[in-house]
């Protein structure tokens, strides 16, 4: 699997999308840990990539997926919607592409532009940081229990 994200912006400039399986809590609750895998798509440098979610390359060459905050003079400004606290910036040329749908553990594929997952993702962001604090707790422990 490392060779295939070393090479992931190649692979997605050649090709129109790409999936890759969620491994973390940071995009909770929205992208859930194991069975979501999310369909990424190349994005061009003059596309409106705010409040988008975005996979991107680190400096130390991790790749990370992670929402748009803001883009200014070239600099992205992210930050995982399971998050509290913390964000990352890169420049805009290390964003490999932006999540166009999610592909569920029962098999449903949900489109990232609808009404509905716009809906979800206000609902949440708009929740006060103390909410979102305990209701991710309460949602890692959950994953974690069904995971034993």
Sequence with gaps: MNRVLDNIEELIAVGECFELRVTGFSML??????????IVRRTTATEQIERRVAMFRERDGHIV???VLSVKDGIVTLKGDGNIRGTEQCPRERIIGV????RRGN???ESCSTRWWRMRERLWLWQPLIVRRYALAIIRRWIKFKQR
Aim: aromatic share 4%; hydrophobic share 35%; no cysteine.
């Design 107 to 109: 098999g449903r594929v």
């Design 29 to 38: 609750p929205l992208l859930g840990y194991g069975p979501d895998t999310i």
């Design 65 to 67: 997926v992670h929402r």
């Design 99 to 102: 999540v166009e749908r999610v």
